[in-house]
């Protein structure tokens, strides 16, 4: 663990250098270390500008495996009344690097602000060696009557599908082999495979970790929902202008995108369902539960990384 003082510039250039050091040690990409020296400029000298000094706090992480490191800046300063507009997106006064808090925030995987007026200000960051730690879904597959079901983790995010037709296992191996494609890509080159007797049924969503937005389409007789319930109800969102097939080439094919939000539901099926039952897999996410309407294979994910609510990103002292 490194900890230094920030009481002048110097001090500040010393905590972005041993920001990039801890990061490279940890196994961070020469990229990642950067965005680690970067963020932890932006917010040191905040410290040092705005509240006459504080502390950095440096130290490796370890979980499951993967590595990064954590960086603590805090400070005794007069706080931030409006913690909202201190991470909204603007040129920075401090003298920095021109990126500020927002910057700071984007260039990190978890970043969190707590700050008080008259309290001082805590701003804890981290940064994992090949992206988040966590994945922005919980998922559960189902195979029934033939359907695929897949989830395939991606730099940064997670892609979701199924898959139904003749040639079902090949289109979803196709899938997880080249995740990283646009889905608009990936169901084309599906449809690209052997003539089918029965034309696919494709449904993918790709899920970003960085941003929380959801891009998605679905082709054929293929249910796809985004269910989000509140105290009131539940709404109910579909892309539009769902594909349709024509022989084995589908017709009209567009990915459109989707600011979700934690504990949102997406539900892929193969196969129309049910309202009732919509909600109710919806309700019970990422666990499936036995539906009467035909045991379709499913693709049932709870959203943990929403673009509306991202991560925790400030909160006040109490």
Known sequence: MTRLAIRSEADVAAAMRAGRAAAEAAGLSVVEAQHVATAVSEVATNAWRYAEGGEVVIEPLE??????????????????????????????QSGSLGLGLPGARRLM??????????????????????????????????????????????????????????????AAALCT??????????????????PPRRPLIVALASLSALDGVLT????????????RLGPEGHTVF?????????????????????????????????GQ?????????????????DLHCGRPGLCVARIDR???EPRATASTLR
């Open 238 to 270: 579909r892309p539009p202008g769902q594909a349709q097939l024509e022989g084995d080439t589908p017709v009209g094919l567009r990915a459109q995108t989707l600011s979700v939000r934690r504990d949102d539901a997406l539900v892929l099926a193969a």
């Open 177 to 194: 082999a080249q995740a990283w494609r646009a889905p608009p890509e990936l169901v084309a080159r599906c449809h690209g495979l052997h």
């Open 63 to 92: 979980r499951d495996g993967r590595h990064g490191v954590r960086v603590l800046v805090s400070d005794r300063g007069p706080g931030i009344a409006d913690v909202g507009a201190a991470l909204s997106d603007g040129v920075s």
């Open 273 to 289: 369902l049910a309202g009732d039952d919509l909600v109710a897999v919806a309700r019970a996410a990422p666990r499936v539960p």
């Open 306 to 308: 929403g673009a509306l």
């Open 109 to 170: 995987d978890e970043f969190e602000l707590r700050s008080a007026v008259g309290s001082g200000t805590v701003i804890e960051m981290e940064k994992w060696a090949g992206g988040r730690a966590r994945d922005p879904a919980r998922w559960t597959l189902r195979r029934e009557g033939g359907a695929v079901p897949f989830a395939q983790r991606i730099r940064n995010g997670v892609l979701l599908g199924i898959v139904a037709g003749d040639h079902a296992e090949q």
């Open 216 to 227: 998605w389409l679905a082709a054929g007789p293929v249910d796809a929902a985004v269910i």
